[in-house]
């Protein structure tokens, strides 16, 4: 395994990007009907939740503040899946019953992101190398 280790940071950075911009794009959709969807009104719970995507999505996709956005994007995408996936038609907790394979999916790699960051290629790295060193 060590051949792909080369690879290791691309591949980081690569999932934040990829993740990041798949998140701004359903926040987009729903606050501005781009995409081919039509918005949702802004104080209903789509809208705060296409709040949530847009913002922490961008966040993500370049990388500033990393940790937080994707914390706070998986803690969406887990109150997504049980009020909106598990709950339909009586419970049904597994994805492959609710249609939830997605939400589950974004939920689990934003608290990866969480916590291993964003990166060598992002903002945040980028401010990190600009701070003065004592």
Known sequence: MQRFTALH???H??????????FFVHGAQKLFGWFGSDP???????????VIEFTAGLLILVGFQ???AAFIASGEMAVAYFWKHAAREG???F???NRG????????AF??????????????ALLARREPRD
């Open 40 to 50: 949702v009104v802004l104080a209903s719970e789509f809208g705060i939740a296409g």
């Open 9 to 11: 940071e691309l591949a």
């Open 91 to 93: 419970f049904e907790l």
């Open 95 to 97: 994805h492959w019953q």
């Open 13 to 22: 950075n690569l999932f934040r990007m990829i993740f990041g911009f798949a």
């Open 111 to 124: 608290l990866l992101l969480a916590t291993i960051g964003s990166g060598t290629y992002s903002v945040d």
């Open 101 to 108: 394979e997605l939400v589950m999916l974004f939920c689990f």
């Open 66 to 68: 990393t940790s937080w």
